[in-house]
Antibody
Framework: QVQLQQWGAGLLKPSQTLSLTCAVHGGSFSGYFWTWIRQPPGRGLEWIGEINHSGTTNYNPSLKGRVTFSVATSSNQFSLSLTSVAAADTAVYYC???????????????WGQGTMVTVSS | QSAPAQPASVSGSPGQSITISCTGTSSDVGSYNLVSWYQQHPGKAPKLLIYEGNKRPSGVSYRFSGSRSGNTASLTISGLQAEDEADYYCCSYAHLNSYVFGTGTKVTVL
């Protein structure tokens, strides 16, 4: 059974850099776009962007410039870096999976457990 | 890129059917039949219910169905059950290889 396990620092100060990593356990790393989605407390979901195994990326235009994705194919991991964080970046951050071809190519069918990140001085 | 609008809340009695709308624009919902729907219980990660407008992944109950007309996609839950009480989000493919989630709907089972 494929699982996504994510981790990273949960408390940051304004202007610091948010770093999260998600590991893919029990399944293929290629053939998917690996996605980051966030949810501020009590609010809705926001698509941050995605990266595939070869490093092709797509970003939410509203966050482009502060966000960087990376992959480590040898360890089936992908990461999110968000610079210059502010209180508005406080949210639960989820990693998720989207297929590149075939069925389910435009949906997120597998999600990580979520990581709460709080930005506070 | 604005979030497609969903009603803040929808309620129904057990056994009834309810419909949640997701109104976007001609740049997202209206241009692509690529809307997906997610169910989220409190403190949990979202779960995929519907993809490409009206397709159910393996394991999702037949009680969940999707449709689209113009710039509005809809999720119908038939035979409402207590376990259906949750938040529901639509998500649409938008231009330039991006995705946009709807504003979310809280479903209450009376």
């Amino acid at each position: 059974q494929v699982q996504l396990q994510q981790w990273g620092a949960g408390l940051l100060k304004p202007s610091q850099t948010l770093s999260l990593t998600c590991a893919v356990h029990g399944g293929s790393f290629s053939g998917y776009f690996w996605t980051w989605i966030r949810q501020p407390p009590g609010r809705g979901l926001e698509w941050i962007g995605e990266i595939n195994h070869s490093g092709t990326t797509n970003y939410n235009p509203s966050l482009k410039g502060r966000v960087t994705f990376s992959v480590a194919t040898s360890s089936n991991q992908f990461s999110l870096s968000l610079t210059s964080v502010a209180a508005a970046d406080t949210a639960v951050y989820y990693c998720a999976r989207r297929r590149i071809s075939g069925i389910l190519i435009n949906a997120f069918d597998l999600w990580g457990q979520g990581t709460m990140v709080t930005v506070s001085s | 890129q604005s979030a497609p609008a969903q009603p803040a809340s929808v309620s129904g009695s057990p056994g009834q059917s309810i419909t949640i709308s997701c109104t976007g624009t001609s740049s997202d919902v209206g241009s692509y039949n690529l809307v997906s729907w997610y169910q989220q219980h409190p403190g949990k990660a979202p779960k995929l219910l519907i993809y490409e407008g009206n397709k159910r992944p393996s394991g999702v109950s037949y009680r969940f169905s999707g449709s689209r007309s113009g710039n509005t996609a809809s999720l119908t839950i038939s035979g409402l059950q207590a376990e259906d009480e949750a938040d529901y989000y639509c998500c649409s493919y938008a231009h330039l290889n991006s995705y946009v989630f709807g504003t979310g709907t809280k479903v209450t089972v009376l």
